[in-house]
């Protein structure tokens, strides 16, 4: 029994041109670094509870009530990973509610500034949540909230774009073996995030996240 043609040898590859494979690129890395960079995030969330509450430092420091008050946050860690909780949970509904509205944007302009402008301004809030906070020893449990819910809003506009995107490119012949291949994008982001995330934990968690944001900003321009 002959095979069916999308998996002739040339069949497929014909089909496409260099562009095609810039853009299945460029959407795959582009998702997979949205990806890496909510990793980072579950990866550190010891040391970042660490941060927060006094038990980091009360063994070695004695430091004064003032500082105390305004540089930590908790009690115990156990209140901090309640609190990391919340966040998750502020993320995911955020970011379920943006899916819905960044399709919609999506359809009414340009799919490649709406990616654009999600990936800079997701790596943008994430870089102040875990780096700029740290550097200027600033910690508000509000501006984390506001900071995870804008971020939840900003990656949503990942999805609906590379997927669109893939679509306008991409025709119904041999797109199950092409989405097949494209959809590892998550579990490689996944990947590399957590292997990121763990070669530079020791230096500290905000090094962690603003560098795995260096990365996706550098990838956007790159692209464009």
Same mark, same amino acid.
């Given at each position: 029994? &002959? ?23 460029? @959407? !795959? ?103 700029? @906070? ?38 119904? &012949? #041999?797109? #199950?073996?092409? !989405? ?5 994008? &998550? ?38």
């Amino acid at each position: 029994m &002959a095979w069916p043609n999308v998996f002739q040898r040339g069949s497929l590859l014909s089909r496409f041109s260099h562009h095609h494979v810039v853009v299945f690129l460029l @959407t !795959f890395f582009s998702y997979s670094l949205l990806h890496a960079s909510r990793k980072t995030f579950s990866n550190v969330k010891v040391s970042i509870s660490e941060q927060w509450t006094p038990s980091a430092f009360n063994t070695s420091v004695e430091l004064p009530v003032e500082i105390w008050s305004s540089n930590h946050l908790f009690p115990s860690a156990e209140k901090a990973t309640l609190f990391l909780g919340t966040l998750d949970t502020i993320f995911l509904f955020s970011y379920a509610v943006g899916l819905f509205i960044s399709g919609i944007v999506g359809d009414r302009l340009n799919l490649r500034w709406v990616l654009s402008f999600g990936m800079c301004s997701s790596a943008f809030v994430v870089f102040v949540f875990g780096t700029l @906070t740290e550097w200027l020893r600033f910690y508000n449990k509000w501006l984390y909230c506001c900071l995870w819910i804008v971020n939840g809003l900003l990656q949503s506009t990942g999805w609906p774009c590379v997927v669109a995107i893939m679509g306008n490119w991409f025709g119904k &012949a #041999g797109r #199950g073996v092409v !989405f097949g291949l494209w959809s590892a994008c &998550a579990s490689v982001g996944n990947i590399l995030g957590a292997c990121l995330a763990s070669s530079v934990l020791q230096y500290g968690y905000e090094v962690s996240q603003g560098l795995r944001q260096k990365k996706t900003l550098k990838k956007t321009h790159t692209g464009h």
